[in-house]
């Protein structure tokens, strides 16, 4: 079975601009959260979406935004980036309901200039 | 505010040896605890999990040691490999946040040959 899916895998933006981030998550699973991972540090948690609801929100700015369409794949949404948005954006897939682990996909490496 | 402290931030070990990873935490609301490996460039694996109604799990060559009444656990990694060289996240989670992850700092571990 494939796991969580993430793309693009690298991305280059420059300060100012908007940045789309696209999510799948195991198949099966209704719940795909979000974490901003900076270098030399651990991920920080930015949403959590469950059957297309937000269940969750990290402390990020209003710049960060998100969703969760019917086959349960997500965006994440980046405006007016900042440089400090450079990091390692995971993506993290939950079965939901009770179950709490997280699996996580590979990741997008952004690089604000 | 990190809701989860881990140490020590770095750890060389010779192969074979034991490293020990320790974790603190304050929110008795948690109830999952999650370790995960990370190497360079790709994203979190989850190795092993533990709820605080148990105060030792084993899998493989990963041992989880939880010590509830001081709100601490423990990764022990036995007869480590060089390819085990690698970061370790601790994690914490509760149900009330539908289980998004507090990550720790990081333990970034090298095992020489």
């Known amino acids: 079975d494939a796991g969580v899916t993430q793309s693009p895998t690298h991305l280059i933006k420059t300060r100012g601009q908007q940045v789309t981030l696209r999510c799948s998550p195991i198949?099966?699973?209704?719940?795909v959260s979000w974490y901003q991972q900076v270098l030399g540090q651990g991920p920080q948690f930015i949403f959590q979406?469950?059957?297309?609801?937000?269940?969750g929100r990290g402390n990020f700015p209003d710049r960060f935004s998100a969703r969760q369409f019917p086959n349960y794949s997500s965006e994440l949404n980046v405006n007016a980036l900042l440089l400090g948005d450079s990091a390692l954006y995971l993506c993290?897939?939950?079965?939901?309901?009770?179950?709490?682990?997280?699996?996580f996909g590979p990741g997008t490496r952004l690089l604000v200039l | 505010q990190q809701q989860v402290k881990q140490s020590p931030q770095s750890l060389i070990v010779q192969k074979g040896g034991i490293p020990i990873i320790n974790c603190a935490y304050e929110?008795?609301?948690?109830?999952?605890f999650p370790w995960y490996q990370q190497f360079p460039g790709k994203g979190p694996a989850l190795l092993i999990a533990i709820r605080p109604d148990v105060s030792e799990k084993k899998e493989g060559r990963f041992t989880i040691s939880f010590n509830k009444s001081a709100k601490q656990f423990s990764l022990h990694i036995m007869d480590s490999q060089p390819g085990d060289s690698a970061t370790y996240f601790c994690?914490?989670?509760?149900?009330?946040?539908?289980?998004?992850?507090?990550f720790g700092k990081g333990t970034s571990l090298l095992v020489t040959p």
């Open positions: 994690a914490a989670s509760s149900p009330n946040s539908g289980y998004a992850l507090n």
């Open positions: 979406y469950y059957e297309k609801e937000e269940r």
């Open positions: 993290a897939s939950r079965s939901g309901g009770g179950g709490e682990t997280q699996y």
């Open positions: 198949s099966g699973h209704k719940s």
């Open positions: 929110n008795t609301a948690f109830d999952y």
